[in-house]
């Protein structure tokens, strides 16, 4: 599954817009981390990110990547996913949609289900607060890290 090249071209066009207005001018690198972050469907962490784009621009710096996907996930614009291990994920997906995560390796996959959508409010959370969205995030063990068990059992 990739994200629709429509898709991709809308978000790389939002996301832009969105750094230009925040005051930061877009830079070749920090377009190369928006296209990056748009087309991927991985929610990759900022090194992740960062490796992908030095393949096209060697002298990006770390530092770029993690600024700018910083202040796109400030500005809302992506998201970080709630609840994982390890660095922050980014999630250029903003419409509304659940997780799947493999609980070995941090897989992280989309998840659109209008049932998981429509899942009721318990009343004991509302003892919290007032609910406005809800995610599942479904754990598991992915495919791949499945057959590799299965391997060395
Ligand atoms: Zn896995
Ligand atoms: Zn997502």
New binding site residues.
């Given amino acids: 599954m990739t994200v629709a090249r429509d898709e991709v071209e809308r978000r790389v066009e939002s996301l832009s817009q969105a750094l230009r207005n925040a005051g930061l001018r877009l830079t070749h690198q920090r377009l190369e981390v928006v296209r990056e972050i748009a087309q991927s469907d991985e929610h990759p962490n900022a090194e992740s990110v960062y490796h992908r784009v030095r393949a096209r621009v060697p002298t990006i710096s770390l530092d770029t990547v993690y600024r700018t996907l910083t202040t796109l996930a400030d500005l809302g614009l992506v998201t970080r996913v709630a609840a994982t291990l390890g660095p922050t994920r980014y999630d250029a997906n903003v419409s509304h949609h659940h997780h799947f995560v493999?609980a070995?390796?941090g897989?992280i996959r989309d998840v659109v289900d209008e049932q998981l959508d429509a899942v009721a409010v318990p009343h004991s959370a509302s003892a919290f607060g007032i609910v406005e969205s809800v995610e599942v995030q479904l754990r598991g063990?992915?495919k791949?890290?499945g057959k590799k068990e299965r391997e060395h059992e």
């Fill in positions: 493999c070995r390796c897989l063990v992915c791949d890290c």
